[in-house]
């Protein structure tokens, strides 16, 4: 049984909006990003608060079809193991359906014996279904947890 966190959505926008959006980190993840978010090779790094420091490095990036970004490096604070994140990869797959696109979203090794999983899931649903699919279908940031 697959046990990684994944949660997927559609929206009206084209895949290649999709795509876009989704490289556009700053765009939807409240926090501070630093460095370039949509070239292959390169990495950027994401800090919230004194809470949450990952560090991605972008593995894939195929236009209009999907995203990977291996995790680093990390910091939970909340965690006994800081680096939890380390090692797991943050996958985006876009797909037509008929006149919509699906995105689905896996973070794979974020598994349910992990400390961070509950918070970890909890973040994660807000930034993708919230977050992101709103900047996906307006452009507009969320800066805020509804």
Known sequence: MDQNYTTTFTVDQTPQEVFAAINNVRGWWIGE???ITDQLG?????????????K??????????RIVWDVVDANLSFTQDKAEW???QIVFEI???GDKTEVCFTHVGLVPAYECFESCSNAWG??????????IRTGEAQTTPA
Request: avoid cysteine; charge should be neutral.
């Open 33 to 35: 990003v630093e460095g």
């Open 42 to 54: 390169e990495s950027f790094s994401y800090r919230y608060q004194d809470i949450h420091y990952s």
């Open 56 to 65: 991605q490095q972008i593995t894939e990036l195929t236009p209009g079809r």
């Open 86 to 88: 380390k090692g797991t």
């Open 95 to 97: 797909a037509e359906k």
């Open 126 to 135: 807000f930034y993708i279904n919230s977050s992101l699919r709103n900047f």
